[in-house]
């Protein structure tokens, strides 16, 4: 049915003064479904293709006024009609004539007598080449127009790709073969690469790429690029580069690309340095946050974050853990005598003697509140604990910091209270209770003195 469709929309123009053969042409033709019209010389044969144009002409040579070579010419010599292929018929059969209708543009050449097979057949033959000829040109056509699409796309890559602030490259991968090794070839470099590149090495860009034009960068480099061909999985890291003449760091990103790899340089430099900045002042920042103002020791949010941490390893570990609560003797009476500037004074200075007397770097010391503080002993059993606090004791007596006001001492003494516990639960809190009551206990025995709850 395709077929057929496809015949009737097939116009052919049949041209011959001789009646006979027009007509016998003409109803071989419809009867194969083809559409036909008529021209019986070659003057009306040029009439009839200005007022349609055929997809197959049947022209005779020999016709008056103009002769079939003559109308073939001036059918090719015609843009719109030079595409028509044309078939010749001619009672000449010597070989002058025929080379002759092939060098005006014809496509064949029958002689008559025709044989109405050899017509069908060779008619059949003209439109499949005209047909396939106008795919040809179709294809040829949409071609271009992809190929202008993908020429004007590149053009735009390369603009963009040449705008960018990153160095991009694109590197294929050669593998090794016997006595050479595996290398990659640069086939695409943008300008800012250029720049990193010449900037860092100082040497001219070379397009292969062996395994030791990376060292500059990383020992590794290349290798990390031949992983990222093998597995394609992308690779990306920060790398610093410094010379004499330069310090920079480098942010590198290979993805896999084709048979190769594509590559992505940015200069983060000034990002590493703005993160080093925000690193020190955020150091700083959290230092003051868990520094007390006064005693320049720990404070109270940093003791609650450490013995959080010192509990739950005990408890893994079911390790003995020391809590020692200490309390500066009178102290209200210390500041209402002497002042609050010198209460200030003498915080600190207790606070300075507790820290030196602590010797381990895991002990912790804090300002618990007021007059407060409180140390934390990791990894520590009761004879450690008390030697702890006997030592933090004799510092204060051999200080012999004046205090008036005291009724037990001319001289600051203090009260420690000590808890020691190996975890069970996640609750620390009972380990600050048990302190606690310690510390009242030495308080009510009389003040400058130790008192212990716990291990042993």
């Not at 077929?3 to 929309?9: E, G, P, V, Y």
């Not at 009476?333 to 030196?356: F, K, M, P, S, W």
């Not at 606090?389 to 012999?400: E, L, P």
């Amino acid at each position: 049915m395709d077929n057929l469709n496809h015949k009737l929309k097939t116009n052919i123009l049949v041209v011959d003064d001789y009646l006979d053969n027009l007509t016998l042409l003409t109803i071989i033709l419809n009867n194969l479904g083809y559409q036909v019209r008529q021209a019986d010389s070659g003057k009306t044969a040029l009439k009839a293709v200005e007022e349609k144009l055929p997809d197959l002409i049947l022209l005779d040579i020999q016709m008056p006024e103009m002769d079939g070579y003559s109308c073939c010419q001036q059918l090719k010599a015609n843009p719109k009609t030079k595409d028509i292929p044309i078939i010749f018929l001619s009672a000449f059969n010597n070989a002058v004539d025929k080379v002759k209708g092939f060098e005006v543009g014809g496509e064949d050449y029958i002689t008559k007598p025709f044989l109405l097979e050899e017509v069908i057949a060779r008619v059949e033959k003209q439109l499949i080449l005209k047909q396939q000829r106008n795919q040809l040109k179709q294809e040829l056509k949409y071609r271009k127009k992809i190929e202008k699409k993908l020429l004007e796309s590149h053009q735009a890559i390369a603009q963009i790709l040449e705008a960018c602030p990153d160095g991009i490259a694109v590197l294929k991968f050669i593998p090794s073969r016997p006595n050479k090794p595996a290398y990659f070839y640069c086939t695409f470099i943008n300008s800012v690469m250029e720049s990193f590149l010449k900037a860092n090495t100082n040497k001219s860009i070379h397009p292969q790429i062996l395994k030791g034009s990376l060292d500059i960068f990383d020992s590794s480099l290349f290798e990390y690029f031949i992983k990222v061909v093998k597995t394609r999985h992308p690779f990306e890291r920060d790398l610093y580069y410094e010379t004499p003449e330069i310090t920079a760091w480098y942010s590198v990103k290979a993805i896999p690309y084709g048979q190769g790899i594509l590559i992505i340089v940015r200069d983060i430099t000034e990002r590493k340095q703005c993160e080093l900045v925000l690193h020190e002042t955020n150091s700083i920042l959290y230092q003051q946050a868990i520094t007390d103002n006064l005693t320049k020791i720990s404070n109270r949010r940093a003791f609650d974050v450490y013995l959080k941490q010192e509990w739950k390893r005990a408890k893994r570990e079911a390790l003995s853990l020391a809590l020692m609560m200490i309390d500066i003797d009178y102290f209200k009476r210390y500041n209402d005598h002497y002042g609050h500037e010198a209460g200030d004074r003498c915080l600190y200075t207790v606070a300075q003697t507790i820290r030196q007397a602590v010797k381990r770097p895991s002990d912790f010391v804090a300002r618990y509140g007021g007059e407060e503080f409180a140390v934390i002993l990791p990894n520590t059993e009761r004879e450690g604990a008390e030697t702890v606090a006997d030592s933090i004791q004799k510092a204060i007596h051999d200080f012999k910091l004046p205090h008036a006001q005291s009724p037990i001492s001319s001289c600051i003494t203090l009260s420690i209270g000590i808890s020691i516990q190996i975890p069970t639960s996640e609750d620390f809190t009972i380990l600050i209770q048990t302190a606690d009551h310690a510390l009242y206990e030495a308080k009510h025995q009389g003040r400058d003195r130790i008192q212990v709850y716990g291990s042993d």
